[in-house]
């Protein structure tokens, strides 16, 4: 496994094994790896020739109330875990090579991105479709993984993709869980011991749901309040959003869509945002 630094190594390298025919996956994370990142890295493993994973806490995606600078990272795990993966590179620049002084290029995508997450969260994903389209034109990937619990996050990327006419396949990976429900995430390290139970509001609101539905309960306006009324109940829990929304388009959904209703929920435990969904 070889570690890249420079932008500009790892773009010669990638075409050089562009030119030989070779495919090429990558998947863009944040580092502090975890189970569900390693999920995509071993799905990803299994459909290309050469492996890439991005190590990169990309500083545009952050709010300036966000947690940037204290966010995780363990880079001789990482590095531990992608060798295990079998990992061929791993591309971990320094944010002044991304994004130099004179930096000033973006990519945003529209509507899509100011609903759910992007609402409560402005400019976020015009960091993230600007980082993951440079690392896409930097490591000219056939395909890319990524995962589902960031499920707006991958819908956007399909979007900018699908719209900016690049040749890349996008493989969405189901979320990978701890054993008894949340949602694997850098971000769980946060979390005291009381949060870590308070956490499994959001777990627990999706089993609720899906016990619901089963029962015949189709009324969105009728499951939403049920849903935030356990949430609220939790007193180290404060809601950003929970909602129905077309899992296509985002768009918000008055009626249930067998199949096509995204339910997604934001929820702040203590200081830390956490994120969970299932497509109903
Ligand atoms: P991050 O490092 O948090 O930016 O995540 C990098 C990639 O891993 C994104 O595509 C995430 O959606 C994906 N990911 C994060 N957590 C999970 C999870 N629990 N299950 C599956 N994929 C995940």
């Known amino acids: 496994m070889k570690i890249v630094k420079q932008p500009r190594l790892i773009q010669q390298i990638c075409l050089q094994f562009r030119k030989k025919n070779k495919t090429i996956g990558v998947v863009p994370t944040m580092g502090f790896l975890h189970e569900g990142h390693l999920t995509l890295l071993k799905k990803c493993r299994a459909k290309c020739d050469i492996l890439i994973l991005t190590l990169f806490i990309n500083p545009t995606q952050f709010g300036p109330k966000e947690d940037l600078s204290r966010y995780p990272t363990d880079i001789p795990g990482d590095l531990s875990k992608a060798r295990v993966c079998g990992v061929d590179y791993v591309f971990m620049p320094k944010a002044r090579d991304m994004y130099p002084a004179d930096y000033q290029t973006f990519v945003e995508v529209g509507e899509m991105t100011q609903t759910l997450c992007g609402a409560s969260r402005p400019g976020h994903f015009k960091g993230v479709t600007t980082i993951v389209a440079k690392l896409f034109h930097l490591t000219q990937p056939d395909m890319a993984c990524f995962g589902l619990k960031d499920f707006q996050q991958f819908a956007v990327l399909k979007k900018m993709v699908k719209d900016l006419n690049m040749p890349i ?36 609101a999706i089993q609720q749901l899906k016990d619901e539905i089963k ?66």
Do not use: H, W
């Not at 990976?173 to 005291?192: F, H, I, Q």
């Not at 109940?233 to 009626?255: C, G, H, N, R, W």
């Open 169 to 204: 396949k996008m493989v969405g990976v189901p979320t990978v869980r701890e054993s008894d429900g949340l949602a694997k995430s850098s971000r769980n390290s946060y979390l005291n011991s009381g949060e870590r139970v308070a956490a499994l509001c959001l777990s627990k």
């Open 215 to 280: 029962k015949g309960e189709t009324d969105l306006k009728k499951l939403e309040e049920t849903l935030k009324i356990n949430i609220l109940k939790e007193p180290l829990a404060q809601m950003d959003y929970v909602t129905f929304v077309d899992s296509e388009t985002l768009k918000p959904l008055q009626t249930y869509k067998k199949g096509k209703t995204l339910f997604a929920l934001a929820v702040f435990i203590g200081k830390t945002r956490l994120i969970d969904n299932v497509v109903v």
